[in-house]
């Protein structure tokens, strides 16, 4: 089948993800987790015995394979394409690393002017593997299951970069943002045009919706997002919109910066744990959809927690619509973390489908 034909069959479903994104009228309560492709799942550590990471995410099989695994075992509603944050800085030639149990290792961190003029752009071919992927995962998916792209957003991006690998304090990447704003904004642009090379590659592979993560960004005051980075976001969010899919945002600990995420340009904002959803709304503004939001670590504390704070999570999703949102999408606040029982992820699946 031909790419255009393999999109428009599947489009003809309409997506219960895709339909509550857009203010339609879902077949169902669309639910899918960040993270479900990954750690909790023992399938997924049987491929990762043979494979690295980094090897995993340029393999088109692999990447296909381990996308579908939590679509097999849960019945979400969503795929999330199995990839990093750092994938297109690598596909871009920057020498990084992904460290278990660590995260992205940079090797030379980007602190100067000079760092930031040599820095390598991405051309599409280098990510060829990714859409390769993705037309894969359009021949396998289920009709009702949404295909989800993403990438990190600069700052997120720029955090890595700067200090070199995660970080507590982010000293680094403000001492940059504070000290050498002209550098910082070169770095963000160039950053910038990386993420939406990478994004619209997803995009015009097939992808039915896209997620912007900007998991660090609630380590800034919102005047400083407003500075420093709304601007770069919403250049992204800006040179997707020609393409006809819901755009995710989302970050940990955004509470102060819902709105102003907002205004970046997406459809969806994604919440964490810490804002009850209907309150999200009222900072967000009407005319969009949330996402979220039950506490990952919730899903240690046993059944009859699961199954009481799920519950209450889809009341909130309902009265966060009848504030206005244009729909829910339930999800956790933050990643699956890695010790999760993937069977108590199954079983609220099936609780929040009946509900
Ligand atoms: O299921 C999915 O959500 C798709 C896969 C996915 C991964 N990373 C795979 C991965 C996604 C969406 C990401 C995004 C990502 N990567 C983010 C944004 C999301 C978030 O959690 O806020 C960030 C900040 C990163 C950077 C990164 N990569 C971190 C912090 C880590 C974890 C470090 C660790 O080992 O605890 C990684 C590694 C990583 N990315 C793993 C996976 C499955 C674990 C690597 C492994 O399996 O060995």
């Known amino acids: 089948m031909s790419e255009m034909m393999r999109s428009r069959a599947r489009r003809a479903h309409p997506f219960p993800l895709v339909a509550a994104a857009t203010g339609g009228r879902p077949e169902r309560r669309p639910v899918w987790f960040m993270r479900q492709a ?6 997924y550590r049987a491929i990762r015995a043979d ?6 995410c340029f393999d088109p099989e692999l990447v296909c394979e381990i996308t579908m695994q939590p679509v097999r075992r849960h019945d979400v509603d969503a795929a999330i394409l199995f990839s990093d944050i750092v994938v297109p800085l690598k596909a871009a030639g920057i020498d990084l690393d992904i460290v278990a149990g ?13 760092d930031v003029a040599n820095l390598p ?9 990714i859409a390769h992927a993705i037309g894969l995962l359009l021949d396998e998916l289920p009709d009702q299951t949404a295909l989800i792209g993403f990438a990190g957003a600069p700052f997120t991006l720029a955090s890595y970069l700067i200090e070199g690998g995660p970080s507590r304090h982010y000293e680094r990447t403000k001492a940059l943002m504070y000290g050498d704003p002209d550098t910082w904004h070169a770095l963000m642009g160039r950053l910038a045009d990386i993420t939406i090379t990478f994004l619209r590659v997803q995009l015009e592979a097939g992808v039915d919706a896209v997620q912007l993560f900007d998991s660090w960004a609630g380590m800034l005051s919102l005047a400083d997002y407003q500075t420093f980075v709304a601007p770069h976001s919403a250049r ?3 040179e997707i919109a020609d393409h006809d899919v819901p755009r995710i945002h989302f970050g ?15 459809d969806v904002i994604g919440v964490d744990w810490r804002v009850p959803l209907h309150e999200a709304v009222r900072r967000v503004g009407p005319g969009k959809a949330v996402q979220g939001n039950l506490d990952p670590t919730l899903l240690f504390a046993g059944p009859e927690v699961v199954e009481r704070e799920v519950r209450r999570v889809v009341a909130d999703g309902d009265r966060a619509v009848r504030a206005g949102a244009t729909g829910h999408i339930m999800n956790l606040g933050h990643g699956v973390l890695p010790g999760t029982d993937p069977d108590v992820l199954t079983r609220a699946v099936e609780l929040i489908h009946s509900l």
């Open 38 to 43: 990954g750690r909790s799942l023992p399938e």
């Open 51 to 56: 494979h690295g990471m980094l090897e995993s």
């Open 102 to 114: 660590t995260g992205p290792v940079i090797a030379d961190p980007v602190r100067t002017a000079g």
């Open 121 to 129: 752009r991405l051309d599409d071919h280098s990510v060829g593997a």
């Open 236 to 238: 992204v969010f800006a």
């Open 252 to 266: 940990v600990g955004t509470g102060e910066l819902l709105g102003a995420m907002a205004d970046a340009g997406a």
